[in-house]
């Protein structure tokens, strides 16, 4: 089963900071293009970031300077560490990668939850 599995999720105060992993598994070619995104109650899906297998990072404005992404190509997994976090980061952030499997093809994960209290 090829499936990504998202970590690290949790509550946290404002200004704390938490990391956030996902592991790419299965029968899986490859793993390429992986990256972030959320989603708040009421509100749409949104781009956190995003990681290219070179190391080529992009990030949303909201988030640039405060988090960062990361991966561990052998290990298949990407990373999110965010610090200084802000009541309104709290969302369910989705991992989410383009796998070769039988071609390429988008993969999420089910999400996992962070809330931060103010």
């Known amino acids: 089963q090829v499936q990504l599995v998202e970590s690290g999720g949790g509550l946290v105060q404002a200004g704390g900071s938490l990391r956030l992993s996902c592991a790419a598994s299965?029968?899986?070619?490859?793993?390429?293009?992986m990256g972030w995104y959320r989603q708040a109650p009421g509100k749409q899906r949104e781009l956190v970031a995003t990681?290219?297998?070179?190391?080529?990072?992009n990030y949303a404005d909201f988030v640039k300077g405060r988090f960062t992404i990361s991966r561990d190509n052998a290990k298949n997994t990407v990373y999110l560490q965010m610090s200084s976090l802000k009541p309104e980061d709290t969302a369910v952030y989705y991992c989410?990668?383009?796998?070769?499997?039988?071609?390429?093809?988008?993969?999420w994960g089910q999400g996992t939850q962070v809330t931060v209290s103010s």
């Open positions: 989410n990668a383009w796998l070769s499997v039988r071609g390429i093809k988008n993969y």
């Open positions: 299965g029968s899986i070619f490859s793993v390429n293009g």
């Open positions: 990681i290219t297998t070179g190391g080529v990072t």
